[in-house]
Every structure is written in C-alpha cells, then in structure tokens.
C-alpha cells in the first residue's frame, strides 16, 4: 500500500511538472480587467523583519540581509512550500513603503526569472492557486515604477499559472489544497483579460467541493479548526470578487459560508482566537473577525460544533474536544484530545493544549498529538488513540489515527448556578476495560469550573479486562494521571502547603486550583508549540496522580478566580511582539 502511494505521489508530481511546463507558452494577460481588493491580512512586524534580513518561515531563522529568497538553502518542505505560496507578501505589503515594495519585487521577478517556465517545486495546484490570490491582491503594491518589460513578464506569468490550474486543479487533494487552487482560479478568471472563459467551472467546481467538503453543521473532515477558517476566508474572498463583478455566487457556495460562520463562533475563545486542536493554532491576528464580518452571518451554532462543545458565561469561554477524532486519510494531522479543554479568561488563555509541533521536527510532531499533550486524563504509557499505519497524504508520510474512541456521548444542560456538560468516551475500553467520563460546570458569573473525571469499567466483559490487566500490573492499580497545562504568560506556584496551586494572569487576575481527595499534585514542566517560534515555548502544567484501584475510580478538582478578584479586570496590558522569542 505504502509503495503503491508513494508511486502515486511521484507520478502526481511528475505530470505536474510536464503541465507546468506545456503551459509555459501561453499567451500572456495584458491587463487586469477586475481586481479584487487586497484582502489578505499581513503582520507589520514579520514585514519589518524580511526587510532587515531575518528570514522565517516554518519555523526556521535565515539571517541574510539583501538576500535573493530562491537563493536560500531550504532546510525542509514546509519551508519551500511558504515561500513558494507568497504569504509573506502579505507581511511586505502591510508595511507597504519603498523599502517593502523592493524587496517585493525583486523577490516576485526572481521567481519568474527562475521558475517562471514551470520548474521548480512551486508548481502543485494549491501552491499556485496560493501564490496567484496574493499576486491578484497586491497588484498595485507590486507594478509600481516597474518598467514595461517587468508588468508584461509578470502577466504572462500570470497567465501561465492560470492554465496550469485550469489543468491540475483537480489533482489538489481535498479539503483546503483544492479550496485555495480554486480560489486562484477563480481570481484569475476574474481579473485577467484573455481568462474569463474559466469563471464559470471554477465557479461551479468550488460550490461541488463545498457540497462534498463542508458538512451540515459546518464542519470539515479534520476537525482542524484553523483549517476552517482558512476555508471560511477563501470562501469569502470568493463571493466578494464574484459579487464585486457582477457575477452570482452558486447557492451551494453561500449555504456553506452560512453553516461555517457559526461553527467558528463556537470555536473563538474569549480572547479572540480559536481553539488550538487537531494540528490547528489560533489563527492569524485579525483573520476571523475579518472573515466573520465579510460572511454578514451573525448567529451562532446550537449544541456541538465539528464535534467541540463550548461553555461560556461572563467573559470566560471554555473549549472542549467532545467527539471522536477523525479518522482514516482525515486523521493524518489529528490528536488524540478526546475529551480535552481550553479555557480563556478575558484576553488571557489560562488552561491550554501543547499545540502542534509539526514546525519543530518530527519527533515534536508525534508528541503533540498524544493525549498527555492536552488537557485531559490519560492512563500512563497510553493516548486515547494510537498513531498507527504510515500513509502518504500530499506526497508526505504521515501516521494515521487509529484504536480511537468509537462512544463519545455528549449531554449539555443547565446545572443550579450554570452550564454543565457530561461526556465519556471508550478509548480506554480495549486495552483496560475502562471508560473515560468527565463533568465540566462553569458557574454563571465564569468565575469558576468545577471538574469530575472517572475511570469506569460499566459492562461484565470490561470489568474481566480490568481485573486482568489489574492483576498482571500485580493488583496496584492502573496508574493515570489529569493534566492541565498552562500558557506561558501564566505565573504559577504550588501554594496552601501543596493543596492548591495559584495562577497568576498579566491582566491582574489570580487563578487558583484545588483537588479533593488522596490524589497527588505536582506543578511539573510542559511545553507551549506555536507555529512563527524558533522552538517550544517552555511552560508548566497541574498533574494530579493516581490509581484506578476498582470498577470505580474518580477525582474532583476546581479551577476559581480568587475571592480577591475584581468582578471586571480593565486588561489594558500589551503583548509585545515576540516573534522570533523562543
């Protein structure tokens, strides 16, 4: 199987080199009939630093001032495919000064000088369509004091790209690659003179992905919830170029735009920024409420969304992992996070997951996605999933999830003084015999979440493999252990002589947890992954320890601001930008 794939991947990227090539004689655009407005959202800060020579991009720092970017020495994929999808256009344009535009432009036309006639590894139909939006967009930025030899290289290579789309298009796997080569396509049909004869199948393709890809509670295949909003984003920018032209944007394109905006409301946290699971960070700064306003849909998802149960109440939002992870191809970047939570008080992240390590190696990868990585219970030595057989997705290899969770009930209500939410999941059940459940109640006022978690082994067959693995572990019990991991920002220490710990937030509000019980608790070391970092941010997280001695095993534990803590905290604090901090 491995084998037949990875021929397959080699025969894909081979017949994208010959189209690539074909394409090369196209006759060029001459102009831009339509241009979309530069929608895309870049960083000053990240625009300032490519400008001084500090180059990074997957988590990777070249320090080269004057640098030619195609001369660098990539050191692995991710960093060629950043490059070669020009995002950090976006970061140059929003410094937008002379200084900016030179290094814009040099960059572009090496490009085109070099790779404009269909080699290199730039041309995979994701990339390109990647690379044409941000071309489309910052149009203007760009042909500025350019000679009339430049603007007509840069058309032609424009209309190059288009047809190599038009072609390949449909070999961009599912889900966001195949968004984004379509978008670019559709852009390209929009604006370019010579290239309106490809709107009308870019159109009715994207609104078939959006049937297929996007389900009824708007949600896609890998959970990812920074993927959706990147498929959200495209589809935005979408409409509004079909629209601002004068052309109607299919039905099916619309209702997808309509299930998605409030499945994303669902996923934002207090603070702005999405729950960080299944190989998704918070987002780019400004992205989702951008995205959300341009959409004109202001109502909010009912019950779960893509499987992630959210609690809220005064200005504290909590996250929480409810359903089964994806599974087969759609789980090659997933976690095993069943049943794990984030919480966010105000602007300040407090209970987290480690994130994805992806842009730190392989073995930060692999580490990210099992369940002590995530704010959950797990047994010792075991995920509530395993990482299990190797196959290829885009050409690289990557471990799917398996032995995942197959039960995850999900009941939400109203408890006394606030929102509860009861969920288990049977992770557990073929290799213990035990069922994970855990109780979450946020009190109205969100100054407080109160926690259950149990160990239960509910049928006849599950208490035999119980006692089995019980009595080979000599009778001591199944050890597990709750963890919570806490954002760097957070100041912690273990307080009340080793009975609570305090957590203090830069807005001014303190944190404290506690346990019942004979549980032990440690403040022990954890890590923070977050792609723009040079390495994992180092952090701390709350472990409570214990035994599952029975058929019945449980642990409370509280997490409540200090009785000390302002009803309201102006949080007027500002992060600074650390954008090449470890």
């Known amino acids: 199987m491995s084998e037949s794939e990875s021929w397959s991947a080699r025969h894909t990227r081979l017949m994208h080199r010959v189209h690539a090539r074909l394409t090369a004689r196209a006759r060029a655009a001459t102009a831009f009939v339509s241009q979309p407005e530069p929608r895309t959202i870049g960083s000053f800060n990240r625009g300032r630093q490519l400008i001084a020579g500090n180059l990074m991009f997957a988590g990777h720092l070249v320090e080269s001032r004057d640098a030619m970017l195609w001369d660098l020495d990539p050191p692995d994929q991710a960093f060629i495919e950043q490059i070669h999808g020009f995002s950090w ?98 852009y390209a049909g929009l604006s370019l003179s010579g290239m309106e004869r490809f709107v009308a199948p870019a159109r009715s393709a ?40 004068g052309n109607k944007v299919d039905i099916a394109h619309q209702e997808a ?19 960080r699971f299944h190989g998704g ?77 992806a842009f730190f190696g392989e073995d930060w990868r692999r580490a990210g996605r099992a369940t002590p990585s995530h704010s959950t219970l797990a047994l010792e030595g075991y995920s509530s999933a395993r990482l299990g057989r190797e196959g290829r997705v885009q050409g690289a290899k990557r471990e799917m999830l398996e032995d995942a969770p197959g039960e995850v009930p999900v009941e939400i ?49 599950d208490k035999k493999r119980f006692d089995r693995v019980n009595e080979a572990a000599g009778g001591r019990g199944i050890p597990f252990h709750v963890r ?21 937030l830069r807005s001014g509000e303190v944190w404290v947890f506690r346990h019942e019980g004979e549980v032990e608790m440690a403040l022990e070391p954890s890590v923070y992954l977050e792609m723009g970092r040079l390495r994992p941010r180092a952090t701390k997280q709350i472990v409570l320890s214990h035994r599952a001695m029975g058929y019945a095993t449980r642990i409370r534990w509280s997490l409540a601001k200090a009785h000390d803590t302002a009803v309201a905290v102006r949080d007027l604090n500002r992060d600074d930008d650390e954008y090449f901090d470890s």
């Open 89 to 186: 256009l976006d970061d140059l344009a929003a410094v937008g000064d002379m200084k900016a535009r030179e290094v814009a432009q040099r960059w572009l036309w090496g490009w085109i000088a070099r790779y404009g006639r269909g080699g290199g590894p730039g041309w995979t139909p994701d990339l390109t369509g990647r690379r044409l939006i941000r071309w489309t967009h910052h149009a203007i930025f760009l042909l500025r004091a350019q000679q009339p030899a430049d603007s007509e290289a840069y058309f032609k290579s424009l209309a190059h790209q288009t047809l190599f789309l038009a072609r390949r298009w449909p070999r961009a796997a599912p889900g966001l690659p195949r968004f984004e080569a379509l978008t670019g396509l559709l």
């Open 413 to 461: 209500s109203h408890a006394p003084d606030g929102l509860k939410l009861e969920a288990g999941h049977d992770g557990y059940v073929s290799t213990h015999g035990l069922t994970h459940a855990r109780i979450l109640e946020l009190t109205f006022d969100g100054r407080a979440l109160v926690g259950e978690d149990m160990l239960l082994a509910l049928k006849a067959a």
């Open 206 to 245: 994207l609104a078939r992905e959006c049937a297929s890809q996007i389900d009824k509670q708007g949600g896609i295949p890998t959970r990812n919830p920074e993927e959706l909003l990147e498929v959200f984003t495209l589809l935005t920018w979408a409409a509004a170029a079909l629209e601002e032209t």
């Open 281 to 357: 960070g918070r987002g780019l700064d400004g992205r989702l409420d951008q995205a959300l306003s341009a959409s004109g849909v202001r109502k909010g998802a009912e019950g779960l969304a893509m499987g992630f149960a959210r609690l809220s109440a005064s200005r504290t939002s909590v996250i929480v992992d409810a359903s089964a992870p994806p599974g087969g191809a759609a789980s090659y970047n997933a976690h095993a996070s069943t049943l794990a939570f984030e919480l966010t008080s105000g602007r300040r992240p407090l209970i987290v997951s480690c994130g994805s390590g």
């Open 484 to 504: 919570f991991h806490l954002h760097p920002d957070i100041d912690a220490e273990v307080d009340m002589g080793g009975m609570a710990v305090s957590m203090a």
């Open 257 to 275: 735009i309509m299930r998605i905006a409030p499945t994303l409301r669902a996923l934002r946290h207090s603070d702005g920024g999405l729950a």
